[in-house]
């Protein structure tokens, strides 16, 4: 078709194809860039170079590609964008794959665990006295196996574990992971929601003294682990404490991952708060809800109450006005689950406040500060919300102890500096 230019119009371009001849009669200010176009023309005058070039040529303001109703984003296309713009770099990307994947093997086992015969008691009794659940166990053996064999892993931490563990697999990778299997394992047989919380740290140069000679280390911090009752372990157990205890503050990616009535997968890498839900069609988690906000305040207070005599006088107060209607007449209603991951995601999506408080039976509280607290006061802060142990932010707060305990409230940022107000 020489000296002929047909021309596929459409409501956003005009697709042009043309010799050389037809191209050179449009200047260069009509092209989407202008230095393409030159080229273009380059390539298209030079010897032997003859035929058909396609371009297009914009009209007016830049369009915005329609999204087709059939087109989803999976989780691992999220990371692989995320990669793309160097938010994350590729060690991580692998990390956070393994663990969806140990999610997806846990949603699986919790779905069928009376099948399975997975539910009741295992029979032993975990670091923190509390009697292991059949999926505790197992579970904590899949997010183990899944972290270990991506390769990217240098040390792991798990709440069931008696101390963190030095993956030998890693050949190079050095992220440090701690996690909680399975959260809420204790209402498994009742088939209430249940989840998978994940912190992930990069080491802290800061926290690998030569830990050969005890007289040469001078680091505060190391010496306040050492004197929790670290001694009685070897060179590399002390070295994997030491380089767990990290304040939250400096997380990389924080999650977890709810077995409910769906499979929920929420993530942060720092930028914001997603959450993916798993398609049982094709086995993949798919992008349901992007840069999650939890609004500013909320009429919901999420606390076991059947420990309310066991609170001190100023929580008992704070939780008495939640009750009273007022001049509104309407007072907080009161929702609790007994599944931290379940509670919290209602309270990320409608606003209020989770708390689990010290008491007499638990003087600093029930929920780990390196497993549940700072996670998910990571994701929360992400989502423009708060977390507090009563009077400080919990992404401040100093590990001296593996499985230290901290009393947790988190939620709406109104919420948490109310109750505050009251602890003070």
Sequence with gaps: MVGATATATTTSSHLLFSNSKSLSRFPPSQTLNSITTRRRHRNATAPGRGGVVCMAVAEGAK?????????????????????????????????????????KQIAS??????????????????????????LDVVSNEVFSNCLRSSGRTGIIASEEEDVPVAVEESYSGNYIVVFDPLDGSSNIDAAVSTGSIFGIYSPNDECLPDIEEDAEVN??????????????????????????????????AAGYCMYSSSIIFVITIGKGVFAFTLDPMFGEFVLTQENVQIPKSGKIYSFNEGNYQLWDDKLKKYIDDLKDPGPSGKPYSARYIGSLVGDFHRTLLYGGIYGYPRDKK?????????????????????AGGKGSDGQHRVLDIQPTEIHQRVPLYIGSVEEVEKLEKYLA
């Excluded at 713009?85 to 590729?90: Q, R």
């Excluded at 997975?118 to 670091?127: H, R």
């Excluded at 306040?224 to 997380?251: D, K, T, W």
């Design 109 to 134: 086992l919790v779905q069928r665990a009376s099948i399975s015969n997975l539910t009741g008691v295992q029979g032993a009794v975990n670091i923190q006295g509390e009697d292991q659940k059949k």
């Design 362 to 382: 638990s003087k600093n509280g029930k929920l780990r500060l390196l497993y549940e607290c700072a996670p998910m006061s990571f994701i929360v802060e992400q």
């Design 63 to 103: 369009t915005v590609r329609k999204k087709s109703g059939y087109e989803i984003e999976t989780l691992t296309n999220w990371l692989l964008k995320q990669e793309q713009v160097g938010t994350i770099d590729a060690e991580l990307t692998i990390v956070l794959s393994s663990i969806s994947m140990a999610c």
């Design 219 to 252: 680091s505060q911090h190391f010496s306040s682990i050492l004197h929790s009752g670290l001694r009685g372990l070897g060179s590399a157990e002390q070295r994997c404490v030491v380089n767990v205890c990290q304040p939250g503050n400096n997380l990389l």
